[in-house]
């Protein structure tokens, strides 16, 4: 069965001294298990990143490998109303903990998908039980946290991991399970999951199934055209041949089965990229009305039609930019 189970749980670190970057919080962490004892605390940031590794290390540190008899973890997404607060969070928060740490530890992922009143009432519950109980709240956006919440827990934003850390780590996870790969393909796997490192070890494991993980397995796993096919179609736009580019889009769509969203992301990346040499001014144009088609896609207009008159807009600036500085 060992095969089956996910490389990002396999590799979760247990413990805070395996944690990837982050080094700063990881260091206040410490200090919490060292003196045995921590404010409530609310970890923010963006997904993958290591929020829910960080408190289940921080549990694990503190309480070793019984851990479990003194911790409580749910998701808000799925329990996000005011009964598990009244119920499951009170009814474990009220008892008394006899060990060498004074209280015990609930953790409350994705806490933003709380309703405002559970978060009220779980505002009333830190309260009432801080004597034996300390929470842990993990969320993506902070903004959606009310302010009572935040200002009764000590802050810790977590931050997209840097390029060198997610490369290393997919590189040592790669050589455990004996998968090749080429280096330029873990590059890709971070160009595209910008520091989410759940969703590139995630990617890994999927592209491995093809054998030897390359750009061009990367990019399937993804559902992702390469970066050449759309910067071609770009080209095409610019040098003003818009059936070309519009046939080249067809293609995305059909062969490669994108989405018209996932086409203007790519538009989007290959415009903010320094592979495409465009005047600025152009690009700013462009960019603004890239904004506008994302829109009305999103909004439901049709995918294809949006990305043709995009494509057409691109051929009429291209050839007043372009061709007029050749």
Known sequence: MEEEILWAEKYRPRSLDDIVNQKDIVERLKRFVKEKNMPHLLFAGPPGTGKTTAALALVHDLYGD????????????????????????????????SSSVPFKVILLDEADNMTADAQQALRRTMELYTESTRFILACN?????????????????????????????????????KVEYDEKALET??????????????????????????????????????????????????????????E???????????????????????????????????????????????????EGADDEIQLSALLAKIAIYGNKYVGSSK
């Not at 998701?75 to 474990?92: H, L, P, Q, T």
Request: hydrophobic letters at 45%; glycine letters at 4%.
């Open 66 to 97: 019984s851990y479990e008899q003194f911790f409580l973890e749910l998701n808000a997404s799925d329990e996000r109303g005011i009964d598990v607060i009244r119920n499951k969070v009170k009814e474990f928060a009220r008892t008394m903990v």
């Open 248 to 298: 080249k889009l067809r293609s995305l769509l059909v062969t490669y089965g994108l989405s018209g969203e996932d086409i203007v992301k790519q538009l989007h990346r290959e415009l903010t990229s320094n592979e495409l040499q465009i005047p600025e001014e152009l690009r700013v144009l462009l960019m603004d009305y890239i904004g506008e088609v994302e829109f009305r896609i999103i």
């Open 141 to 177: 956006y902070l903004s959606k946290i009310i302010d009572p919440i935040q200002s009764r827990t000590a802050l810790f934003r977590f931050y997209p991991l840097k390029k060198e850390d997610v490369v290393s780590r997919l590189e040592f996870i790669a050589k455990e399970e």
């Open 189 to 246: 796997i971070y160009d595209v999951t910008m520091g989410d490192m759940r969703k590139a070890i995630n990617t890994l494991q999927a592209a491995s199934a093809y054998g030897k993980v390359t750009i061009e397995t990367v990019f399937k796993v993804l559902g992702l055209a390469q970066p050449k096919e759309v910067r071609d179609m770009l080209k095409l736009a610019l040098s003003g041949k818009f059936m070309e580019a519009r």
